[in-house]
C-alpha cells in the first residue's frame, strides 16, 4: 500500500530557538528585498523628499527643527537597521521586534520615543489577502517606518506632505504617526468592502445553483480571511487606548482627538467583521442544507420507486410460483390480463402520489 505525502511544513520561530533577548533575527521569507529608504523633511513653509541606498545618510534629520518622515523598506537588511537602531538609541528589544515579521500589534513606550506595530492588510492581483507587518518609531520631531518590502497605502500621506493639503505639515510627528495609522485604518475599510462583496457574491451563487464543490471551497477561504483579518485587526484597538491614556510627551492633547477618531473606525470595522462572520456561519448552514435537501429528494425518489415496485413485485412473485394447481396459468388471456392489472396499478399509484403532492 502506497504511504500518502506528508506535507512540510515550516516555522518562522525556529529562526528565533536559543537566540539571546534582543537577538536581530529576520524571520520574513524576502530574503532578496533590495534597502531602499525615502525620506520626508517639511515644515509649514518647505518640504523636501529624498532617496537614499546608504542609512548614514537618514542620520542629519535628527536634530532638525522641521518634521521628519524616514520611511525603511527591506527587514532583511538587519545590519542597516542596527545601525539606524543605533543612531536612534532604539532599545535592543525594539530593533528585535522589528524584524520579527510575526509580532502581535502592539504600542511600548520608552523614555525618548513610542514604539508601534501593526499589520498592513491589502488585497494583491488575485484577491489574496496580504499581511505586512509595517514599524513605526515615533520621537520628538521624527517618525520612521520600517517595512518588509516596496509598495504600501501611504501614497495618500505622501501626496498630502507634497502639497501641504490638511493640516500636516503644521503638526508635529504624533500627527503624522496619527495619519499613518489613519491611513492604515482605513484600508481596512477597502478590505471590509471588498470581503463584503464576496459573501454577497458567494450568497448568490448559493441559490443559483453553482458548483457545490466550489462553493466550499469559497466558503472555507473566506471563514480564514475572516480569521486573518479579525486577528490583525483587533489589537489596533488596544493601542489607541495605549495611546489615550499614556501621559507621554510626544503625543499632545489636540491630537489626541484624532486618534479618538481611528478607536471609532476600528470598533465600526470590528462590528462589521463580527456580522460578516456570522453571515458566513450562515452560508455554511446553507451549504449543508442545501446539501441534505439534495440528498433528501434523492431518498424521495427512491422511496416512491420502492413504493410502486413493491405490489408490481409481489404479483410477479405470486404467478412465479411452479405450483400446478393455480388455475390462472391455463387461462388463455392470463398474461396480458396480468400486465394490464401491473400497469393499473403503476398509475393508479402516480396519481395517487401526485395528489399528495409526494411528485
Known amino acids: 500500500m502506497a504511504k500518502s505525502k506528508k506535507k512540510t511544513r515550516t516555522t518562522k520561530y525556529k529562526k528565533k530557538l536559543g537566540a539571546a533577548p534582543g537577538s536581530i533575527i529576520y524571520t520574513g521569507d524576502k530574503q532578496s528585498q533590495k534597502l531602499f529608504i525615502e525620506s520626508f523633511d517639511y515644515n509649514t513653509v518647505s518640504f523636501e523628499e529624498k532617496q537614499f541606498q546608504n542609512i548614514q ?11 521628519t518622515w524616514i520611511n525603511v523598506n527591506g527587514l ?15 532599545h535592543p528589544l525594539t530593533l528585535e521586534d522589528i524584524v520579527n515579521t510575526s ?20 488585497y494583491d492581483a488575485d484577491e489574496t489577502i496580504i499581511s505586512e ?9 521624527y517618525v520612521i517606518t520600517f517595512q518588509e518590502s516596496d509598495g504600501d497605502v501611504f501614497d495618500g500621506v505622501r501626496e498630502r506632505i507634497r502639497h501641504g493639503k490638511g493640516r500636516i505639515r503644521t503638526m508635529g510627528a504624533d500627527y503624522l504617526l496619527y495619519a499613518l495609522i489613519d491611513a492604515v485604518t482605513d484600508n481596512y475599510f477597502i478590505i471590509i468592502e471588498t470581503m463584503g462583496n464576496k459573501i454577497e457574491d458567494l450568497e448568490d451563487n448559493l441559490f443559483n445553483g453553482i458548483s457545490k464543490d466550489q462553493i466550499s471551497i469559497e466558503i472555507q477561504n473566506l471563514k480564514r480571511e475572516v480569521l486573518k483579518v479579525r486577528r490583525n485587526i483587533f489589537p489596533l484597538r488596544e493601542i489607541i487606548n495605549k495611546i489615550e491614556k499614556n501621559d507621554t510627551p510626544l503625543i499632545k492633547e489636540k491630537t489626541l482627538h484624532y486618534f479618538r477618531d481611528i478607536y471609532d473606525h476600528t470598533v465600526q470595522i470590528s462590528e ?16 449543508m442544507t442545501s446539501i441534505s435537501n439534495k440528498m433528501n429528494e434523492i431518498m424521495k425518489v427512491l422511496t416512491i420507486m420502492s413504493t410502486i415496485f413493491i ?17 390462472e396459468l391455463h387461462y388463455k388471456y392470463s398474461y396480458f390480463i396480468l400486465w394490464g392489472l401491473m400497469i393499473l396499478l403503476f398509475i393508479g399509484m402516480l396519481i395517487y402520489f401526485k395528489r399528495k403532492k409526494w411528485l
Not at 532583511?76 to 532604539?90: F, K, P, R
Not at 509580532?103 to 491589502?122: G, N, S
Not at 467583521?273 to 450562515?282: F, H, Q, T
Request: proline share 2%; no cysteine; charged share 20%.
Open 76 to 90: 532583511n537588511h538587519v545590519e542597516a537597521i542596527e545601525t539606524i537602531g543605533t543612531h536612534y538609541n532604539l
Open 57 to 67: 545618510d537618514t542620520f542629519q534629520y535628527k536634530s532638525t527643527d522641521s518634521i
Open 272 to 287: 462589521n467583521l463580527e456580522i460578516y462572520r456570522e453571515m458566513i456561519w450562515g452560508l455554511m448552514d446553507m451549504y
Open 103 to 122: 509580532q502581535r500589534a502592539k504600542l511600548e513606550e520608552y523614555d525618548d520615543y513610542i514604539f508601534v506595530v501593526l499589520k498592513m492588510l491589502y
Open 311 to 327: 405490489p408490481l413485485t409481489f404479483i410477479a412473485g405470486i404467478y412465479g410460483m411452479n405450483f400446478d394447481n393455480m388455475p
Open 133 to 141: 507587518q509595517v514599524s513605526f518609531v515615533v520621537g520628538e520631531n
